[in-house]
């Protein structure tokens, strides 16, 4: 399972600025909760707070909140945003642990706090904390405009008490203080704001480059503030205005949102118009594509000829009652840029032009995105024994083998530091992976070549080369050059191949897109037909062991749209593809013995994503 001394090299130059003199690459997870969380602390992560998160994402060990091993993350981050939950923040722990101050309430108030109380210290006690967290999901809908005017958040036994939520906010504040050592580790501060109306998600992870004094001027935004997030934009302006800190928002889990994480329609119902588009644009430049809850870049039913759509799917929505999973235009990355691009034609501007991310969503307070160190979303799932039980008695709720080991946010940033990292962020210099270190570089612009590549001072030597998140502006006569290269990471598979994936609105407005291959391990893989002869699946099925032998170190392409047409606009982002390698889902089995029907694949593909190039043609 080695790889070429080649690729060794490569991961120890990715944080030295080895392939660009301005930029590396950083690795992180913006998407991370601790026991603040209070579906984390119904699940049992007692244990694990704001600063054993840092810790371990900088790779000190830290015991397990739930089979409470030494545990310690194979590779450390370059950053971690804990975003836990605005609503309810630390308000469960204190119930269970504390008890809540009734001073200054009125009395219904009172008989709220201590009705919840006892219901949480009950179901926890009896380790009914998971079925109690699913009785507090909300009921379903078909969609959210639907069931976002019926939603009151008054009805949860979750209690809203101020005082609990700011002190929550000021100890996740200091314990970033303590972790963040520019220049080695950014510890970043952040929240999600987790609406959810009728099971459709519709949550962002909210993040800024302030400090850990200036984010304790104000309390987080969440659903209980607002359930429009056009309110939480306008909330975010107004906040950047008075404190002078960066924020963005990311969405997450739109494979999951019932069609509405990138509808034509807002939540208050009404078209989406201009200026809905700008402010969306400005507040949410990236999105996560791929996490614990499964993979959002496309659907097997929305791209067909896509052999590899199928991966890590999650048909389960986020409610009381296990209804059939749908997948929707709006639901998946690939198609809402292509529909992005469908709107534009209509009011001029594109609400959906996005780079991605990948992030864990980790409730454990561990960011582990590898599959031989994968412990579960929760403390409930850490032991593999536990990971065969769902979520509720129904056969068709989640569980523990549902969910992915992934993913990891790149970044091309300057330098680590939270502002840089940040302002990597809002020009989309990003990409995402399922858990594995690829190193990617994705390029476009106008007389290229590979070579170009080889260069230190590409592509900040008068190239005129774009990079990844970009915009193509066109130059007559000309077709763009698109330059890639993918380098393996040494601890995971070798790559299969490099994939550019193109999206266009054709002239009757209709959606289009194509899959290239570009680059892949042999050449003798290539048959009469074009297509390529799948890469051979060597894992081991009795032991977990895999060969990298069929796979490459590194891939270069150098590609031109044999379809270009400079009168269409277009999108193309990059798609690389390891060797097939052990999913957790076979390593628990394994470590079960026996004859164990974990409901998932045994091996996976692990994969990188890059953040789009769009080229726009004259007007």
Request: some cysteine.
């Amino acid at each position: 399972m080695k790889i070429p001394v080649i690729a060794c090299v490569f991961l120890s130059l990715l944080s030295t600025q080895a392939w660009a003199t301005e930029k590396q690459i950083l690795w992180g997870d913006t998407h991370l909760h601790t026991n603040l969380s209070f579906d984390a602390f119904t699940n049992q992560n007692f244990s694990v707070g704001p600063d054993r998160a840092y810790r371990f994402a900088r790779g000190l060990p830290v015991e397990h909140p739930g089979h409470k091993a030494r545990v310690q993350i194979g590779t450390p981050l370059d950053f971690l945003v804990i975003s836990d939950h605005a609503e309810f923040l630390g308000s469960v722990r204190e119930l269970y642990e504390f008890g809540l101050p009734t001073d200054g309430m009125s009395i219904w108030q009172k008989l709220q706090v201590w009705y919840g109380q006892y219901l949480i210290r009950d179901a926890i006690s009896k380790g009914e904390g998971r079925n109690f967290f699913v009785s507090q999901l909300p009921d379903p809908y078909d969609t959210p405009q639907e069931a976002i005017e019926a939603f009151d958040a008054a009805t949860s036994v979750f209690p809203q008490i101020p005082s609990v939520e700011f002190k929550a906010w000021h100890d996740t504040a200091d314990a970033a203080a303590a972790n963040n050592i520019p220049g080695t580790f950014s510890a970043i501060l952040g929240w999600e704001y987790s609406l959810i109306p009728g099971g459709a998600n519709l949550h962002r992870v909210v993040m800024t480059d302030l400090d850990s004094e200036a984010v304790k001027a104000f309390q987080p935004f969440g659903f209980d503030d607002s359930r429009y997030p056009e309110d939480l934009w306008q909330w975010l302006e107004k906040t950047s205005e008075a404190t002078g800190g960066n924020f963005i928002a990311i969405p997450h889990n739109s494979n999951i949102s019932k069609g509405a994480m990138f509808d034509t329609i807002t939540m208050r119902n009404e078209p989406i118009g201009a200026e809905y588009a700008e402010i969306r644009r400005r507040w949410e430049p990236i999105v996560e594509i791929t996490q614990y809850k499964g993979d959002s870049e496309t659907h097997p039913k929305l791209s067909p000829n896509d052999v590899f759509a199928d991966f890590e799917d999650y048909p389960y929505y986020i409610q009381r009652d296990w209804t059939e999973y749908k997948p929707q235009v709006g639901d998946f990355i690939r198609s809402a840029l292509i529909r992005g691009m469908q709107i534009e034609q209509e009011i001029g501007l594109n609400p959906y032009q996005f780079g991605v991310i990948g992030s864990t969503d980790s409730h454990t307070g561990l960011s582990a995105a590898e599959e031989n160190n994968f412990h579960g979303k929760f403390a409930t799932d850490s032991q593999p024994s536990m990971k065969r039980l769902g979520w509720s008695d129904n056969a068709n709720s989640s569980f523990g083998w549902a969910m992915g080991a992934q993913g990891l946010a790149a970044v091309w940033a300057e330098e680590n530091t939270r502002e840089s990292i940040m302002q990597a962020m809002k020009r989309r210099e990003t990409y995402a992976t399922t858990g594995s270190r690829i190193g990617l570089r994705f390029y476009g612009g106008y007389d290229l070549d590979a070579s170009a590549l080889e260069s230190s001072a590409f592509p900040y030597e008068s190239s005129g080369a774009v990079p990844m998140g970009g915009e193509l502006d066109p130059i007559e006569g000309n077709a763009p050059v698109f330059l890639v290269h993918a380098m393996a990471d040494p601890k995971s598979g070798t790559l299969d191949r490099i994939q550019i994936v193109k999206g266009w609105v054709d002239e009757a407005g209709e959606a289009n897109e194509q899959i290239f291959d570009v680059a892949w391990s042999s050449p003798d893989r290539m048959q009469i037909d074009g297509s390529l002869r799948p890469v051979p699946n060597t894992v081991d099925l009795e032991t977990g062991a895999w060969s990298n032998d069929a796979g490459a170190a590194s891939l270069t392409a150098e590609w031109r749209d044999p379809e270009f047409d400079p009168a269409v606009a277009a999108f193309y982002y990059v798609r690389v593809l390891e060797v097939p390698t052990p999913r957790h889902s076979l390593l628990d089995k394994l470590a079960l013995g026996g004859n164990v029907d974990t409901r998932r694949p045994d091996t996976v593909q692990e994969r990188a994503y890059s953040s789009p190039i769009w080229y726009r043609p004259s007007e």
